[in-house]
């Protein structure tokens, strides 16, 4: 158990990739925080997974919410060891249909929901003089995507402030690495057209779609002491398709 006693703090810990994560978590017996604005499925997923986890109905994009809950957070458990910035939305449209609030509902989640949580959670991990971050970010954000132009963008944030982040925290012994996934079996990919989805498993050498378990290991291993000189990375998780 790499991560026993560790307190993790899980975005869009829900369903999908969230959940995944968690549940290999608690596994390796950590104290496990779910966040997400669903509340219904956050509270099946908490008893599904069982163990040492606990849900909070949390929007990321708003400032006063994070706060209060990382506060309460960190009341219960007196520390956060681990943050996955992994909560995220999609809107996708071409860009010449894309309106404004298409854009901004995705960056307002995706990116600055990803920096409000990050720097609530980091003067804590300061204070401890510990810590590892991983923001999950994606291989649209280093390839694009047509009808995406959103989402690619609040992808490329994330890498892009993945890296700053790492910069200004290795001193702290606080790590922070991206992991990009591609294709991945959730919730969010589910109601894509068969069409689509086999042109894309063309691309894809592996010749299959992730699951949020392949996630899941990445994460527990970037997560883990095994990982303490690895900072600043972009670990693309994808089946080749971007190598």
């Not at 959730?186 to 010749?207: H, V």
Request: hydrophobic residues 40%; contains cysteine; charged residues 20%.
């Amino acid at each position: 158990m790499v991560l026993e006693s560790k307190v993790a703090f899980i975005t869009g810990g829900a369903s999908g990739i969230g959940a995944g994560i968690a549940k290999k978590f608690i596994q390796e017996g950590t104290r496990v925080i779910i966040c997400d604005v669903d509340a219904e499925t956050g509270t099946k997923t908490a008893q599904q997974i069982g163990g040492n986890i606990h849900f909070y109905k949390m929007d990321i994009s708003d400032e006063g919410e994070v706060k209060k809950t990382v506060e309460t957070v960190i009341n219960e458990f007196s520390r956060i060891d681990i943050l996955i910035n992994n909560a995220g939305i999609t809107k996708d449209r071409l860009l010449l249909r894309m309106t404004k609030q298409d854009w901004e509902s995705v960056i307002g989640i995706n990116l600055t929901g990803t920096f409000l949580v990050t720097k609530t959670i980091m003067r804590y991990m300061i204070k401890q003089r510990y810590g590892r971050i991983i923001n999950i970010a994606s291989v649209v954000g280093l390839i694009g995507n047509p009808g995406q132009a959103n989402y690619a963008a609040s992808k490329a944030g994330i890498i892009g402030f993945t890296k700053s982040c790492a910069k200004e925290l290795a001193g702290r012994n606080i790590t922070v690495n991206a992991i990009a996934p591609g294709f991945i079996e959730t919730r969010m990919t589910e109601n894509i057209p068969d069409e689509i989805k086999q042109n894309y498993l063309k691309l894809i050498p592996l010749r299959r779609f992730g699951l949020p378990e392949d996630v899941a290991n990445l994460a527990l291993f970037l997560s883990s002491d095994q990982a303490s000189y690895i900072t600043g990375q972009v670990v693309c998780l994808d089946g080749g398709l971007v190598m």
